[in-house]
């Protein structure tokens, strides 16, 4: 061992990883949807009691059937506004460990209001016309509930949304030129959102209620088998030893916590509070570490097969099967992973840096034996795939498989205890994506109503048009102008909210792009379009919440930590205009052998990006050399032969320079496997 390799092992030795209080407190501070009271007494055993009554409703409903929208999405949401108003405080620092008379009185109002629709239910169905004075107070109520639950567990970004839009459908018609309409007065504004399907009880909240409650249940029982801190086991067993181990350890740990993590911000914390630490215990800078670790994270919400619940939400959107949805993100989301391996393969060899040591790795054995642990995931993939079955009875049978694995080891069992813990967990973890996905539902009420989408749609689709007479080029100003909406749009907001909000907003731009240019974009390549850029808002700055939660672990600058991170996910902003143009990428209408090539000069393309960005391969790269180095990975990774033929030549070019120099330069710059 080198006297480097020792200094190495030794600082590796020293923990500074965070405590299970302080993870909290950075989730409670980047995570609304971590920010609840911690109650006790009698008061604690109410909310206890409502959360599993909640999760066996869920479970009754998937079993045995739902019972009509209304009823379902209304008992779903009550639940939901009940809960909100009891665990989350009105102040993110308010007293955490009591509940303010007024909580009690909302969390009543909202018990009343969402019990309307199953008493009155026959009378609501039969009315014509519009909505009695107790109608129109009872709906009033039920839209300023479900925003402030929506600010208190989800964020203001979706509540100044849908505020911003509610007084649109109300004023519209003060507006000038093509944004003007008619307008709604407010009694017809509420009557559309709490007595039709067109708003807080339309199809984002029919999911949360059917699909997505049943697959955050699914995770939650998974947790409960500690399948968590196996996924860490896996990764250093797997990645560990390489150059700039830890880096990599975050990457494959992120990639399948992303598998059962619907937060970007809790996946950066949950796996960063671990291998942040050890990144820049390796030799790392604080800014770079806390980068990889939030783009890895972020990551994991284009990680199939949950996708962060967007998946399940674009089957109704983009009227597309699970297993199409599923298998365009596989190839976009090994280009992401592989993006980021590559370039924190080649910071390590620019600073020297090697792997864990040996006695840090866990025996492969020992990882082994847990190995059943994934098989969950596996049934839910091919029961998915076959397609026989409703989506609520695949998540049924992914949860009763976990209970079921889990007996096959003492240390992994799954008890009673457990399954109660898994039915809290899971209902809380849902809180939030039920009031985002029933806010969401009034902004996309506004769109149906008004006709928004479809002016915002022609409006950059008209702004592009007198930019160029050119259609590629109206095209690519389209396809910015829509990065540029989905970025902003999902700034703050989670993933289930952020894919549903860039989805009516900015997603008519490319079908109002469609309806213009003689150039037919697929359906789904447009979903994924404004879906990818809605995710990695999460570590683009200036916001970047992944990004400044990874901070508040590797104690860097949020701002150099984003753009890091941003740098690292450059896969993200380039692959999405590669998929619209050539939806081969989604594997749509193309064959095995072409998804292979496709495939494989993609990720040719990426180590080409790659060390451009770094500004490293085998030794350090001159400046002209950079810009080569990523002209041939764009080449590369957009698919033709044409491009793909240029790319590698100029790939080949600079990989016989660069070994050439590494030669010469000795064995500083040996190749070493990544």
Request: aromatic share 10%.
């Amino acid at each position: 061992m080198t006297k480097d390799q020792s200094k190495q092992n030794n600082s590796l030795e020293e923990t500074d990883e965070l405590t299970e209080e302080e993870r909290q407190k950075l989730l409670e501070q980047y995570d609304t949807e971590s920010n609840t009271r911690n109650l006790s007494g009698v008061v604690a055993w109410i909310v206890f009691g409502t959360l599993i009554a909640f999760s066996m409703f869920q479970l009754y409903t998937g079993a045995f059937g739902q019972y009509t929208a209304f009823i379902q999405r209304t008992v779903h949401l009550g639940f939901a506004l009940v809960l909100i108003f009891l665990l989350y405080p009105a102040r993110k620092n308010g007293p955490k460990n009591r509940i303010s008379a007024l909580d009690w009185v909302l969390a009543a109002l909202a018990l009343i209001v969402c019990s309307y629709w199953p008493l009155y239910y026959e009378t609501l169905v039969q009315k014509i016309g519009g909505i009695s004075d107790v109608q129109f107070i009872i709906g009033g109520i039920a839209i300023l509930l479900v925003l402030e639950a929506s600010r208190r567990a989800v964020g203001l970004p979706i509540t100044i949304i849908a505020l911003v839009f509610i007084a649109y459908a109300v004023y519209g018609s003060y507006l000038p030129g093509s944004l003007a309409h008619r307008g709604l007065t407010f009694r017809q504004l509420v009557d559309v959102m709490f007595f039709t399907t067109d708003g807080i009880l339309g199809v984002p909240l029919k999911v949360s209620s059917t699909y997505i409650f049943l697959f955050l249940l699914f995770g939650a029982f998974l947790v409960q088998t500690g399948v968590g801190n196996y996924f860490n086991d896996l990764a250093i067993t797997i990645a560990g030893r390489r150059i700039g181990g830890p880096a990599k350890v975050a990457i494959f740990s992120s990639a399948l916590q992303g598998t059962i993590s619907g937060s970007s911000v809790a996946n950066t914390v949950t796996t960063g509070s671990y291998t942040i630490p050890m990144m820049k215990r390796l030799g790392y800078h604080k800014n770079f570490a806390g980068a990889v670790e939030a783009a890895a994270s972020t990551g994991g919400q284009i990680m199939p097969p949950i996708m962060g619940a967007a998946a399940f939400l674009m089957i109704e959107f983009a009227g597309e099967s699970y297993w199409n949805i599923a298998k365009a993100a596989l190839i976009p989301a090994i280009l992401y992973f592989a993006g980021i391996w590559i370039m924190t393969h080649f910071e390590a060899k620019r600073l020297g840096l090697l792997g864990l040591p040996e006695d840090q790795i866990p025996k492969a054995k020992t990882v082994l034996k847990k190995i059943h642990l994934l098989l969950p995931i596996f049934v839910i993939i091919i029961l998915l795939y076959n397609g026989g079955m409703s989506i609520e009875r695949v998540a049924l049978y992914g949860i009763l498989s976990t209970i079921i694995v889990s007996m096959f080891l003492k240390e992994t069992r799954i008890g009673f205890r457990g399954i109660i813990d898994a039915l809290v967990s899971g209902a809380k973890t849902a809180l939030g994506v039920a009031a985002a996905t029933a806010t969401a539902g009034i902004i996309v009420g506004v769109v149906t109503k008004t006709g928004l989408g479809l002016k915002m749609g022609n409006s950059l689709v008209g702004l592009a048009e007198a930019m160029s007479t050119n259609i590629q080029m109206q095209l690519m100003l389209t396809l910015v102008f829509t990065m540029i909406t989905s970025l902003i749009l999902g700034m703050g907001s989670p993933t289930t909210a952020n894919y549903i909000i860039t989805s009516t907003i900015a997603l008519p731009a490319l079908f109002a792009l469609n309806a213009a240019l003689p150039i037919e974009i697929p359906v789904l390549a447009m979903h994924m379009f404004v879906f990818y850029f809605g995710i990695v808002a999460d570590i683009t700055p200036p916001v970047a919440l992944a990004a400044f939660a990874a901070t508040g672990i590797s104690k860097g600058d949020p701002i150099k930590t984003g753009f890091n991170a941003a740098k690292l996910a450059i896969a993200a902003f380039i692959i999405p205009y590669m998929f619209v143009l050539q939806p081969q990428l989604l594997m749509i209408d193309t064959t095995i052998l072409e998804v292979s090539f496709i495939l494989a000069t993609a990720i040719i393309g990426m180590i080409g990006i790659g060390a451009g960005m770094i500004g490293f391969w085998y030794v350090k790269l001159k400046g002209y050399e950079r810009f080569l180095a990523a002209i041939s990975g764009l080449m590369l990774i957009y698919p033709g032969l044409a491009s793909d033929g240029i790319g590698l030549a100029i790939f080949i070019a600079l990989l016989l320079v660069q070994m050439k120099r590494g030669k010469e330069d000795g064995p500083k710059a040996e190749i070493v496997s990544a």
